[in-house]
Nanobody, 126 residues
Framework: QVQLVESGGGSVQAGGSLRLSCVAY????????MAWFRQPPGKERELVAA????????HYSDSVKGRFTISRDNARNTVYLQMNSLKPEDTAVYYC???????????????????WGQGTQVTVSS
């Protein structure tokens, strides 16, 4: 049974940093592309960042480019999201996701993504 377990969320003041982690269980982690999504209060879930199974390619939404960094450690079955210069508009539930296809995980149709974590709350105060 596949499980994606996120951690590292919390409350921080604007300008601060957080590092999210997502550990994968029950799947061949090194074969899967990974991504972080977020869902702000009252809004739809959106892609934040994605990374290929090798880590050689990444994608970021315009709203986080230059502030967030996605990375992975295949030996630890873990994907990370380093979030710097946080803003109140970054407040959201952050979800980890996995799929064998990078095109799927970085694409527009989230319903096609194979696996999701349960989410971790990030709150940024001004």
């Amino acid at each position: 049974q596949v499980q994606l377990v996120e951690s590292g969320g919390g409350s921080v003041q604007a300008g601060g940093s957080l590092r999210l982690s997502c550990v994968a269980y029950g799947m061949t982690f090194s074969s899967h592309s990974m991504a972080w999504f977020r869902q702000p209060p009252g809004k739809e879930r959106e892609l934040v960042a994605a990374i290929t199974w090798t880590g050689s390619s990444t994608h970021y939404s315009d709203s986080v480019k230059g502030r967030f960094t996605i990375s992975r450690d295949n030996a630890r079955n873990t994907v990370y999201l380093q979030m710097n210069s946080l803003k109140p508009e970054d407040t959201a539930v952050y979800y980890c996701a996995a799929d064998l296809s990078y095109a799927v995980i970085a694409g527009r149709d989230q319903s096609r993504i194979d696996y999701w974590g349960q989410g971790t709350q990030v709150t940024v105060s001004s």
